[in-house]
């Protein structure tokens, strides 16, 4: 499968057909962060990494962004097999 653009990603976002991961949401209340501040990193960021993983080939990307403070923050996502946007980690730089 080919990485998706920020626009589909943005999408995926704006459309709301997204999923959190368990590893996510513990991220984004450890950092305190809310889901609106991931969706705003993705809404306002842009891809600074593209990564395959070598045994499941399962493509990921990193998207650079601000949270709603203006903080900036990183978001690992992935689209999954349903063509859902699958949010997998999330952290504060």
Excluded: C, W
């Excluded at 209340?29 to 842009?46: F, R, Y």
């Excluded at 990494?49 to 650079?64: A, G, L, N, W």
């Amino acid at each position: 499968m080919a990485h998706p653009t920020i626009n589909q990603l943005r999408h995926l976002i704006r459309t709301l057909n997204y999923v959190v991961s368990t590893p996510a949401a513990e991220e984004l209340e450890d950092d305190n962060l809310s889901i609106l501040d991931l969706e705003n990193i993705i809404l306002t960021g842009k891809v600074t990494e593209r990564q395959r993983d070598v045994q499941t080939r399962e493509s990921k990307t990193v998207i650079s962004g601000l949270t709603l403070d203006g903080s900036r923050a990183q978001v690992v996502v992935k689209v999954g097999f349903t063509g859902k946007l699958i949010a997998i980690t999330v952290y504060v730089l």
